[in-house]
Structure formats: structure tokens, C-alpha cells
């Protein structure tokens, strides 16, 4: 017998469940806004907060490495959690809630597209306040300066859930 046997039919049953509430339609339209942001030369940020931000670099490197075809253009993605120093600065003389509003402003352009990733969307709070205001406030400069927003956020999707993808 397993001594975890439990354990993992259980995290197996919820992840079974999980994927069959995903939409397809969600799905597709992600992946048309991604490589239509490939065909139009956009750029892609990413970010997140926590285990998050881990993901988030992990997701660039692999949208900019899954794109190498010899003679092909490149999709251009970037996780905005990847230059501490410039984080720190950021979060230094302006606070932690606009430390992905600043890059955008520096980097973002009409038409790139912003991928936010939250477990809880931004809903709840602890000791430090609300949580991921920062990428709340990045979701609403996207929206406000014509980008193009992906929100991927677990439970039941949070505040970010008032950001749907575009059509």
C-alpha cells in the first residue's frame, strides 16, 4: 500500500475536475491573441506575484524558445518579474502596487499584450493589505492604453475576472 495513496487520489481527482471546467472557447482565444501578437511583432509581458512570478519567467522563456524556426520571426516575451534591481527601485520610490504599471509605462505599446497570473485574482487580504493590487493596477493600464489582457487566475477568478480576454 502507499503511504500516500490518499494524498494523491485526491490531488488527482481535483486536478481531473479542474481541467474539465476549463473553456475550450477561453482557451482558443488565448492562443489566437498569442500568435496574433507573434504575427504582428507585439510583445508579450508577464507577471505575477509569489510562486506567480516563477511561473511567469517560466511562460516567457517558453513562449521565446518555442518560437525558434530558423528564418522566422521570434515572438517577443517578456516576464516583468525577471530585473529585481529595477523591481526594487520601482517599488522603492513609488510602492510595490505600481512595480508592473512602471515597466509597462516604459515598455509597453499599443496592441502588446499583458498576461496576469494570480491564484486568488486579487481577492482577499492579509497583513500586507490586498492582495496583487500590483497586477490589478497593470490590467487597468493595459485596458486604459489599447493592450491586450490575459488573465489566468484560479478559484473563481477574483477582481481580475473583470478583465476578460478580448474577443
Known sequence: MLENEDFIDAY????????RRISKDDIDRVIRLLYDAWK????????GNGGSAATATHFASDLAKFTLVEGKPRIKALALTDNVPWMTAITNDLGWGNVYVEQLKNLMEEGDVFI?????GGSGADQAGPWSQNLLAAAKFVK???GKL?????FDGGVLKRYPVPA
Open 116 to 120: 496576469a497570473i494570480s491564484v486568488h
Open 144 to 146: 486604459d492604453n489599447d
Open 12 to 19: 488527482l481527482r481535483d486536478v481531473e475536475s479542474i481541467s
Open 40 to 47: 504582428e511583432n507585439k510583445r508579450v509581458f508577464i507577471a
Open 150 to 154: 490575459i488573465g489566468l487566475a484560479g
